[in-house]
């Protein structure tokens, strides 16, 4: 709207130097000059693609975040503690990926436009068969489209943002399968949001490369209630 309004502006700006009013004192040139300046002023860059996707990201993020929260607490009370685990990883390996999106769009003075989106839980079994479809989701066609239009938008710093958050989601489900195996630890780096099996936890981030002291474990609930 203030770039249609600006252009309103000088067309009709343009119109009147034509007039014999205002031809003896150079006014065309004066009104040109003056266009510029109401461009720069009003500021009409429209956003990116780039920088709309980031918006969709923080909104997405959110809702995946507190989703998998209400999910660990469901899988506990179904009494489904490796599931939960799980659920607490994902929750906290986004927390940590969506950390450096927020981060970066405080500083580009981006907000998301989410209001509150209530989470609608199922049985367990349910909840990790929508899990496991949305990290798909994510990794075969969401990131990759959006890592695309950050080039395309030549977003250098964006691009390394995606492509992190990538890997990790990629590690998110390779982990999928030791939600069937009971010795298995689930953490997560704190550095980067690696998802791990701290029973086979190596001495850095495979990711990140930071030290194993960066790797928070996510402990299954005890029969006392608490974590």
Do not use: W
Not at 51 to 68: A, C, E, S, V
Not at 134 to 163: F, G, H
């Amino acid at each position: 709207d203030t770039f249609k309004n600006t252009v309103i502006y000088i067309y009709i700006c343009s119109t009147i130097s034509n007039s014999y009013l205002i031809k003896s004192i150079n006014m065309k040139k004066f009104l040109s000059i003056m266009a510029v300046a109401v461009i720069a002023i009003t500021g009409c860059k429209q956003p990116t693609p780039t920088q709309n996707n980031l918006k969709n990201i923080l909104g997405f993020n959110k809702i995946q975040i507190n989703k998998y929260n209400a999910m660990a607490a469901q899988a506990e009370k179904d009494s489904m503690p490796q599931i939960a685990a799980y659920f607490k990883a994902l929750a906290a390996s986004d927390s940590v990926i969506n950390s450096k999106f927020v981060a970066l769009a405080t500083e580009r003075k981006v907000q998301d436009t989410l209001s509150k989106h209530p989470v609608e839980l199922k049985s367990t079994n349910e909840n990790f068969a929508e899990a496991v479809l949305a990290l798909s989701v994510e990794i075969s066609s969401m990131y990759p489209a959006y890592i695309d239009q950050a080039k395309k938008d030549n977003d250098t710093v964006i691009v390394k943002l995606l492509e992190a958050a990538l890997k990790i989601k990629e590690a998110q489900s390779q982990v999928q399968s030791l939600t069937g195996d009971a010795a298995a630890q689930f953490g997560v780096c704190t550095v980067c949001g690696n998802v791990l099996d701290m029973s086979k936890a190596p001495e850095t981030c495979p990711i990140c490369g930071e030290s194993k002291e960066k790797f928070k474990l996510l402990r299954k609930k005890k029969k006392t209630g608490r974590i």
